[in-house]
């Protein structure tokens, strides 16, 4: 063969070491045992090549009664016509889907981290589809008749005749000649062992077909080679051969095999799962024994059902194998080189191949000379491995050469251990398909230690096993007639016999009396005689006396109680002589919750062996889908309750809406006609009266109220109330300012708030330091990124709760310290460090997952008895595993969280949020930002699954305040708007006039939320409180979707339903409406039309079915509005300020117009008061501070009663004269009316316009052309107020903002010196 395509495979099974044995205790391993009577098998080229000690392996299992000796019980008879019946047929059966425990011992070790080998172990079955004839044999004779077969003859003659993997590594090995797949390194003869393939015996995973079904693989590197193993299984695998008329032919690989033309034939994979690969955990070596907390190492294999579909029948037979794969760390990159021309590994052990051997010559083997240019290692190796040589005196001859013992074609090395036959039937018909079933069995063989090892003594398997109720355990055990006979032990010489009974704990060796038992059956409290009893004591009976009172096939009968008998007598049943070797149990329930202790009483012999286990059963855990039904059930049964309820209360109350038509519970139907008409009956007499109440009080109502009707806004009377606008756009501050803190009203909060989180992060990293997976700081910097998020997400709702909003704002003062004072500044300076926090905790999170998942993926001891440590049951999880983590599935909904922020950080966007452009207005603009703003409590249910166990208490004020928050806005709530005139002005402005609703009181600056359609948006009062009605101005143009929409459904849409004809489409500048107050009797419904003075404006007045509040009903022009507030905003906060400065851009001056109307009122007020000092400075307010015992002057009273700014600075900016004709009445009312000597009154006009169109406005007392100049502005003011702390406050722009916070600072007098001092404030939406 010229190719080596296949060197590739080489050396990841160069994961052996030398002198490494493994020994399977259960099911029991046979080591090539099958009957001889001696401690060591007498032929170990039986079956397989198992590398390991002849003193280890179990005979095969008997089911003779009493036994299989003859001779005076000394003797095996093994051929055939001596062999008594059921000799060798003591054959374990397991039921498919059954949990089978498979427990071995190492000679070596393995495992993670293991300092002294690599390796890996590799659990495989072959059952009767995948050979000729399995079966155990019936002599271990060389050569005789039937030694038993595992693989088929035909799969040796085809490995005999196949060409061997030339890119495999030989090290030193001799290679001449030697073709055959039978010749490998590890047996470089070929000796011949069953007829098992040794190149597919010695590699794993083999690169052509096998007859062996892939398990699991148990490796110390899990993480860097399991993708490999399984990928290459035959499992899911296609694995070729070359065929010529249906034989296989000699080459190994496509290319030869094509080119000698030939065919190269794939064949299937067995289509079966790939095998579970997982990480070991570590074992001693040199030592035969137990791993973890005394515990042997054992894999708990769940019996595929496909093994019977396989077979195409409910029974089959097949065998287990381990095969043990260990090297040593001399062909790692870093290991020692015995000479520097030693050639190394290379980066990866794994992929040592053909180059590295060791040239064929005359020289020979590398044996116990000098090492040469190769291989890795040599035999037996011999160098200056210290290094002494060099620099040495010329006087000094020693060499210093020192050799290693090295045999190389034990470096890499193949154990294997491999069970007698067994058999795998389908699970009984009275087992539930989906219970759970564990097979109990008994290992060991008999003999003291010394003569059994390295095999183990009696002992039961597992000793310490956990069930739930509902459970069945499958109680079965085999042992061997054929011991030696001279081994140590209880009862007949030979034979193994094993029983169950039951004791008091395990200190004990006396068994309970019959009526304490527990585990079998529960005999507390059974009545003897009953069915339960008898049926409990006969179970209890045949587990004790395992059946040896029937005399059958040859058995005796039993000794008296009081008779003497010997040991080794077959009568002697006391010592169980007279049961089989096998015993099945049979599959029972486990029922009795507890623990329960076990003994068997002829091996259990105190200072020699305990044969002793427990046995716990608890009660049976709710799996998921049990829980989802649980959940649907108790759904379902609450709603029943409800809907029962519903049905009495609608029953007892026809009057309420429940007995509606719409709504009527559905049970009703079952009551009688009559019943239900006189209940009907009931009905309409009750809403005939409230009707009738409710038509003569509104009668008297409108009777007192003036209808008015259309005109153009030409014709209509002037008016001096200006109504308001709509919210100023939300203004844009950078991260920096944000975060860091500009030179704004409360810039040292936000430089608290910030170092707030830093200490808040130190706390989360110090108490989590040292926790993570590895101690990886990962893991502390996401819980203090975690720490921050608790904190931010607790303050992020807390600025959009407009009641503390208001509540916080109607207390004076003026402290850097205040965060509310712009509740959706400090709501995105939450919302950034949120996003921040997030950021790092995600981070840390995604680096400390990927730091898991890459970690050895340690074996699931599915019967919990290895303890493993938080860190190896994580270790290995895949990302997808962490994601969904029950029952918490913290990943899932950290994950969930983030989209949902994602989408509502996404939305909050200006462009998204006003629907500026094409893309974002097709998104819905505000209707998709208010929908994912709307999914926050959906955010905070999940933030409190995510992190439990602190966010509630972080959650728990401010959960407090949201309460509190609906409480109060409910009660703000007013369902429904008196809208009296709708008035569209240039530009787009829409001046909506309101009645003053009942107990409606504010304060000037404040805001309301209008609601419309469903959505409901902010909107600042241009009126004063001291009048009778409400003003809004709201920007309506196209780009703003609402607000464009109310404006055509007032202004055009409702008024041509009501038949005004002169309406323009779209609507026109000037445009003036007014409208009604209606009532719909049927629904109760306040709503507005437009007056054209004949529209009826009392309906649902006769035909009331019953009283149901449909929303339909109403005329075509009805304009239903609704109001909640109002709510406290900074402008609010100018009557704590002598002088003020208010600036406005565009619309959003509509504050300060309710402001300056109210400044005129009280103004008037004041003077009706007497006081006479409104404009000029005044100390009232220091003597009310200063000189509380002196008496108030009327000045001061009047000033304490209605406080006004001594001096008012108003500002504004527009982009044209015509823009100033939304308030052009109010400002020059302002400046000719009582409070003339408050407001100083400037217009700045930014936009291009011609000089001879630009006219005096009368409005304004400065008149100006292009953006301000704040440096004049405020050197102005404070060269007028030198002394003064002058308030600062704005809507508009935030440019504008950050201009005037820094000419805010920049203008204050250090706080030292005192002086003036400027305190900004800023608005917006």
């Known amino acids: 063969m010229t190719s080596l395509l296949l060197a590739f495979c080489v050396i990841h099974t160069l994961v052996f070491d030398a002198l490494g044995d493994v020994y399977l205790n259960n099911p029991r391993g046979s080591n090539n045992k099958l009957n001889e009577q001696n401690n060591n098998a007498q032929n170990q080229q039986r079956l397989f090549d198992s590398q390991n000690n002849a003193a280890a392996g179990y005979q095969v299992g008997d089911d003779c009664r009493p036994n ?326 010329d006087s000094d001859t020693n060499d210093y050469f020192l050799q290693i013992q090295v045999n190389t074609d034990q470096y890499g090395r193949t154990f294997q251990d491999r069970t007698h036959v067994f058999k795998v039937k389908k699970r009984p018909d009275s087992v539930p398909s989906g219970a759970r079933i564990v097979n109990y069995n ?137 049961a089989s070797a096998y015993f099945d149990g049979g599959v029972i329930e486990m029922k009795t919750i507890g623990v329960h202790h076990i003994v068997s009483t002829r091996n259990n012999d105190f200072s020699n062996r305990s044969h002793k286990a427990t046995i716990t059963v608890v009660r049976a855990s709710w799996t998921t889908v049990f829980w989802i039904l649980i959940g649907i059930a108790s759904a379902l049964g609450l709603s029943c309750c409800c809907y029962g309820i519903a049905a009495i209360y609608a029953l007892h109350k026809p009057g309420s809406w429940l007995f509606s038509k719409r709504y009527r519970p559905r049970v009703l139907n079952f009551l009688s006609r009559e019943h239900i008409a006189a209940k009907e009956q009931e009905r309409r007499a009750i809403f005939k009266a409230e009707r009738e109440a409710l038509k003569k009080a509104a009668e008297v109502e409108l009777a007192e109220s003036p209808v008015g009707g259309l005109r153009r806004a030409s014709q209509a009377e002037t008016t001096p109330e200006v109504e308001t606008h709509s919210a100023a756009p939300a203004q844009k501050v950078s991260w920096r300012e944000k975060v860091c803190g500009g030179r704004e009203a409360g810039e040292l909060g936000y430089r608290f708030y910030l170092f707030l989180n830093l200490i808040v992060f130190g706390i989360g990293f110090g108490t989590h330091w040292g926790g993570g997976f590895q101690s990886s700081i990962m893991f502390p910097i996401a819980k203090g990124a975690g720490f921050t998020l608790d904190l931010n997400y607790a303050m992020l709702i807390l600025p959009t709760l407009k009641s503390l909003q208001t509540a916080l704002r109607g207390r004076s003062g003026t402290s850097n310290l205040r965060l509310m004072d712009d509740p959706i500044d400090f709501h995105i300076t939450v919302a950034v460090l949120t996003f921040l926090g997030s950021v790092v905790h995600i981070a840390a999170h995604l680096v400390h997952i990927d730091l898991i998942a890459n970690a050895p993926h340690y074996q699931d001891f599915k019967l919990g008895m290895m303890e493993l440590t938080a860190q190896e049951q994580m270790g290995g999880a895949t990302w997808m595993a962490q994601l969904f983590n029950p029952p918490r599935y913290v990943a899932l909904s950290g994950v969930i969280i983030t989209v949902l922020m994602i989408l509502i950080g996404f939305t909050s966007m200006a462009c998204v949020r ?64 008196v809208l009296k005139s709708a008035h569209l002005l240039p530009y787009d402005v829409l001046h909506l006039t309101f009645d003053l609703p009942q107990g409606f009181t504010y304060q000037a600056g404040q805001y309301i939320h209008l609601g419309w359609r469903g959505e409901w948006h902010p909107f600042t009062l241009t009126s004063a409180p001291e009048e009778r009605q409400l003003s809004l101005h709201i920007r309506s143009p196209e780009t703003l979707d609402w607000c464009s929409a109310l404006k055509k459904h007032l202004c055009f849409e409702s008024p041509a339903a009501a038949g005004m004809t002169f309406v323009n489409f779209p609507p026109t500048a000037d445009t003036h409406i007014k409208f009604v107050k209606c009532l719909d009797l049927k629904t109760g419904k306040v709503y507005s039309r437009p007056d054209t003075g004949n529209q009826e404006r009392i309906i649902g007045g006769d035909d009331i ?95 304490e009663i209605v406080p006004v700014p001594y001096k008012m600075y108003f500002v504004w900016i527009v982009r044209n004269q015509e823009e100033a004709n939304w308030f052009y009445d109010v400002l020059s009312a302002a400046i000719k009316g009582p409070c003339k000597e408050i407001a100083e009154i400037q217009i700045y006009v930014t936009g291009e316009q011609e000089i001879s169109t630009v006219k005096r406005l009368d409005c304004a007392e400065r008149q100006f052309a292009g953006r301000p100049n704040w440096g004049r502005v405020f050197k102005e003011i404070k060269t007028k107020h030198e002394f003064d702390h002058i308030g600062v406050f704005l809507c508009g722009s935030p440019e504008i903002g950050r201009q005037l916070a820094t000419q805010s600072a920049a203008f204050s007098d250090p706080a030292s010196v005192g002086g003036c001092k400027f305190s900004f404030h800023k608005e917006n939406f």
């Open 1105 to 1199: 079915e019953d009283g149901s509040f449909s929303q339909d009903g109403l005329p075509d022009d009805a304009v239903v509005l609704q109001l909640s507030g109002p709510f406290g905003a900074p402008a609010q906060r100018v009557w704590e300020y002598e002088t003020v400065l208010v600036v406005g851009s565009g619309i959003g001056v509509t504050p300060f117009i309710s402001i300056i109307r109210s400044v005129q009122e009280r103004a008037r007020l004041r003077a009706l008061m007497g006081d006479h000092s409104v404009g000029k400075k005044s100390s009232a307010r220091k003597s009310l501070m200063g000189s509380a015992g002196d008496m108030k002057t009327r000045e001061e009273i009047a000033a």
């Open 442 to 578: 008994v290992r060991g063989r008999r003999g003291n230690i010394v003569q059994v090892y390295p095999s183990v003594e009696y002992d039961f398997v597992p000793t310490e096993l956990t069930v739930e109720q509902g459970d069945y355990l499958h109680f079965q055990w085999t042992g061997a007639d054929s011991n030696n006979q001279g081994n140590d032990g209880n009862g007949k010489q030979g034979t193994d016999r094993s029983n169950l009974v039951q004791i008091g704990d395990r200190t004990s060796n006396v068994p309970l009396r019959l009526e304490e038992h527990t585990l079998l059956a529960d005999m507390r409290g059974l009545e003897k005689g009953s069915d339960a009893y008898k049926k409990g004591r006969d179970l209890i009976k045949r587990f004790g006396f395992l059946d040896q009172e029937n005399a059958e096939r040859g058995a005796p009968q039993c000794a008296t109680g009081d008779t003497d008998v010997n040991d080794n007598a077959d009568e002697n049943c006391k010592q169980l002589n007279a």
């Open 914 to 977: 006003r629907g500026s452009n094409p893309i974002t207005r097709v998104l819905g603009g505000f209707r998709v930002f208010s929908f994912f703003h709307s999914s926050w409590p959906l955010v905070y249910i999940l933030l409190l699954a995510h992190a439990p166990a602190r966010l509630w208490i972080w959650f728990f004020f401010p959960l407090l305040f949201v309460v509190i928050d609906k409480v109060l806005q409910s009660q703000h709530h007013i369902s429904f708007a």
């Open 68 to 393: 299989c000796l003859s001779n005076n019980g000394k003797t095996y008879e093994r051929a055939k016509d001596k062999r008594k019946p059921g000799a060798g047929q003591g054959i374990m059966t397991y039921y498919a889907g059954s949990e089978l425990y498979v427990e071995w011992l190492l000679q070596h070790g393995c495992g993670v981290d293991h300092p002294n080998v690599l390796c890996q172990i590799v659990i495989q079955y072959m059952c009767d589809a995948d050979t000729d004839s399995l079966s155990d044999g019936l002599t271990f004779e060389k050569n005789a008749e039937d030694n038993g077969n595992h693989e088929s003859e035909k799969y040796y003659q085809n490995c005999e005749k196949r060409d061997r993997n030339k890119g495999l590594y030989f090290a030193d090995q001799n290679r001449n000649n030697k073709n055959s797949a039978k010749f490998t390194r590890q047996d470089n003869g070929g000796t011949r062992y069953g007829n098992e393939c040794p190149e597919e015996r010695d590699y794993y995973p083999y690169w052509h077909p096998t007859p062996w079904h892939d398990i699991a693989i148990i490796t110390h590197e899990p993480q860097k080679r399991c993708a490999y193993y399984q990928a290459e299984s035959q499992n899911v695998k296609e694995k070729g051969i070359c065929m010529k008329d249906d034989e296989e032919q000699e080459e190994n690989n496509e290319k030869d095999c094509v080119a000698k033309g030939k065919e190269w034939q794939m064949k299937k994979p067995f289509d079966e799962p790939a095998p579970e690969c997982l990480g070991g955990i570590k074992s001693r070596d040199n030592h035969n024994g137990n791993a973890r907390n005394g515990q042997p190492m054992y894999y708990t294999w769940t019996i595929p059902h496909h093994i019977l579909t396989r077979a195409q029948k409910d029974e089959t037979q097949c065998v287990l194998r381990v095969r043990y794969n260990i090297t040593t760390g001399d062909f790692l990159p870093t290991s020692q080189q015995v000479t520097s021309n030693n050639q190394k590994a290379g980066d990866d052990y794994f992929f040592v191949d053909h180059s590295m051997n060791e040239a064929q010559g005359t020289a020979g083997p590398n044996r116990r000379r000098v090492a040469r240019s190769t291989p890795v290692l040599g035999g037996d190796p011999v160098g200056d491995m210290l290094g002494l040589s060099a620099g040495k005196e």
